[in-house]
């Protein structure tokens, strides 16, 4: 029997260890582990509810996008961010002003997740300083506000709006993730942080490097 506790337990270890394994040696962001992390934070996601469904489906949908062309026959040239871009803009397989045959390229495909990673940050920043009573569904909403919905039309923001509302509060929301007491899940939130956005921070160098930062 699968318990609950144990699956949330494992999800939230697992995103910790999937961005540790994220960089290699020379700071480049292994697609495998990258693609690893947005899995797990996709099933905490699906743990909070199903309001939550239609973000975790287009989370869902890109993850499946990256995955089946890191198993496609050029999977090789996916293995990290780097190698990807690089063999993504030699080969012309990305629409760089408006979608026309690449319209699901990995790069255009990863700067929607990576767009998404400094959500995550700032939202997990504001978790880990917040106070007992903080509102989860406002430290969502200032951190959407101030990174990912500036992508967004209009009924999207609305949408994400209405669901940041249903968020549990901090306590619930420490509860889910399982780690244990308060102080735990901050100290492992401290410890993700760091990794989270060097992750981010070595992508954006490299979308900014090449241009690839308003890939339609
Ligand atoms: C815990 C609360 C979770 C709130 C999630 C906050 C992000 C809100 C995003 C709303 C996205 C709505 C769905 C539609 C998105 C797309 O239009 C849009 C553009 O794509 P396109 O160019 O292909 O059309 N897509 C995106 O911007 C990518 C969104 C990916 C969102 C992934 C969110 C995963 C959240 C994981 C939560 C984990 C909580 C952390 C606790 C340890």
């Not at 947005?38 to 989370?59: E, H, M, P, T, Y």
């Not at 961010?81 to 803009?89: A, F, I, N, T």
């Not at 319209?103 to 700067?111: A, F, I």
Request: with cysteine.
């Amino acid at each position: 029997m699968a318990g609950t506790e144990e699956d949330q337990k494992f999800c939230l270890q697992e995103v910790l260890d999937t961005f540790k394994l994220c960089l290699s040696e020379n700071k480049e962001v292994y697609l495998e582990h990258y693609v690893a992390g947005w899995r797990g934070l996709v099933k905490f996601l699906n743990s909070l509810g199903s309001v939550f469904g239609f973000i975790s489906k287009d989370a869902v949908n890109k993850i499946h996008i990256l995955v089946t062309l890191l198993n496609g026959e050029n999977g090789s040239q996916y293995a990290t961010v780097q190698s990807m871009v690089k063999y993504e803009l030699e080969n012309d397989l990305v629409d760089l002003t408006k979608r026309g045959s690449h319209p699901e390229s990995g790069c255009r495909t990863l700067l929607r997740l990576h767009r998404a990673l400094r959500w995550l940050e700032l939202f997990l920043e504001r978790l880990r300083t917040s106070s007992e009573d903080g509102k989860t569904s406002v430290m969502c909403s200032e951190a959407y506000n101030e990174s990912l919905s500036q992508f967004h039309p209009w009924v999207v923001r609305k949408a994400a709006g209405m669901a940041f509302c249903m968020l549990p509060g901090r306590p619930a929301f420490f509860e889910v993730m399982n780690v244990g007491p308060t102080e735990q899940v901050v100290a492992k939130l401290g410890e993700a942080l760091p990794l989270i956005s060097e992750v981010y921070q070595i992508t954006e160098e490299l979308y900014t490097q090449q241009n690839l930062m308003n890939l339609p």
